[in-house]
């Protein structure tokens, strides 16, 4: 796993870190993915769990509240509670806690069973952990299936943020968004910052979390430090 750092533009701070898969002679994560069958997901989503909360547990500093976010593959989990034993054992083992725990949910194809994601949400907050839409205005992950659940978080997704700095229609679409996620109390996240300019307009939007380049790049098995002449005001 990798981890790349998520920023609190309001706290002023690292808000937490996603874990990312990498392959052991540093494949990304499309590379991977595409070697795992139908028939490995749902052993290789678990395996996946368990390696970042145990890396998690020994990387992150003491007391500094930061929370791991994971990706899940909706279509691994076949029943929630039970999916979650491997989770809840490696939380219990490694002495991490479960409510800095986030899991993060994309579908690249339209959600066939809104009623069994919505199953997964309501077991997943049953025991504390945080949940996220990623990739949010990208494929399918878009306004039809934010009316079908809420998450706690929405990542936008960085279709939506590349060059809003010089792109009224993105900018318009993305103040659409932000008054949702106020009225739905959810948090936003925007990922795939690549400049300067793009996180300043997002931030002036009310934009709190940010992630992506401009921050800081993924690192293999360690916390890369975020850039610290790009958290000034």
Not at 65 to 92: G, H, W
Not at 147 to 167: A, H, Y
Request: some cysteine; overall charge negative; aromatic content about 10%.
């Amino acid at each position: 796993m990798a981890f790349q750092p998520i920023y609190d533009a309001v706290a002023g701070r690292v808000w937490g870190y996603e874990a990312l898969v990498r392959g052991v002679a540093g494949e990304g994560a499309y590379e991977v993915l595409s070697k795992v069958s139908p028939e490995q997901r749902y052993r290789f989503d678990q395996d996946c769990r368990v390696k970042a909360i145990e890396l998690a547990s020994r990387l992150f500093p003491v007391g500094e509240d930061l929370v791991l976010s994971i990706n899940f593959m909706p279509k691994a989990v076949y029943e929630p509670a039970a999916c979650l034993r491997a989770t809840l054992q490696a939380a219990r083992k490694f002495s991490f806690p479960m409510s800095s725990i986030m899991f993060e949910f994309t579908e690249n194809e339209e959600v066939a069973d809104p009623a069994h994601l919505t199953n997964i949400i309501t077991e997943y907050r049953k025991h504390g952990f945080t949940t996220a839409l990623d990739d949010f205005g990208a494929g399918h992950a878009g306004l039809g299936l934010l009316s079908e659940f809420q998450p706690d978080l929405i990542k936008i997704d960085m279709k939506l943020i590349r060059g809003i700095d010089t792109s009224p229609a993105r900018r318009a679409v993305v103040a659409g968004i932000v008054g949702i996620a106020k009225e739905l109390d959810i948090t936003l996240l925007a990922e795939g910052i690549e400049t300067e300019a793009e996180f300043r307009v997002l931030e002036a939007a009310g934009i709190r979390l940010f992630q992506g380049y401009w921050f800081a790049k993924p690192a293999f098995e360690e916390l890369p430090p975020v850039r610290a002449g790009q958290l000034t005001a």
